[in-house]
Nanobody, 127 residues
Framework: QVQLVESGGGLVQAGGSLRLSCAASGRTFSSYAMGWFRQAPGKEREFVAAIRWSGPNTYYADCVKGRFYISGDNAKNTVYLQMNSLKPEDTAVHYC????????????????????WGQGTQVTVSS
């Protein structure tokens, strides 16, 4: 069984930056892709970014493109999310997810495509 643990969340002023990390543990880890999602109170969980290890190829939600950057180290079973120019509307619990088997790239934005999830880390952006 795989467990994912996020870290790096916190309180930051608008315009600032944070870097989230997600580390996998458990059985030997060899995911096809990993992603970041976020969920604000009263809202549905929404896609933020994903990385497919082959390439690697990266994918972003339109609202974060140009501000957020996903990267990772597959050998270390770790993925990162660099968040720049943060806005109050970025405030949410951010979740890391892992997909263990391959799929077409367009499905990586779907939460139900992922096999494992972390517990989340809170990101709060003050105005």
């Amino acid at each position: 069984q795989v467990q994912l643990v996020e870290s790096g969340g916190g309180l930051v002023q608008a315009g600032g930056s944070l870097r989230l990390s997600c580390a996998a543990s458990g059985r030997t880890f060899s995911s096809y892709a990993m992603g970041w999602f976020r969920q604000a109170p009263g809202k549905e969980r929404e896609f933020v970014a994903a990385i497919r290890w082959s390439g690697p190829n990266t994918y972003y939600a339109d609202c974060v493109k140009g501000r957020f950057y996903i990267s990772g180290d597959n050998a270390k079973n770790t993925v990162y999310l660099q968040m720049n120019s943060l806005k109050p509307e970025d405030t949410a619990v951010h979740y890391c997810a892992a997909k263990m088997y391959g799929t077409i790239w367009s499905r990586l934005q779907r939460a139900d495509e992922y096999d494992y999830w972390g517990q989340g880390t809170q990101v709060t952006v003050s105005s």
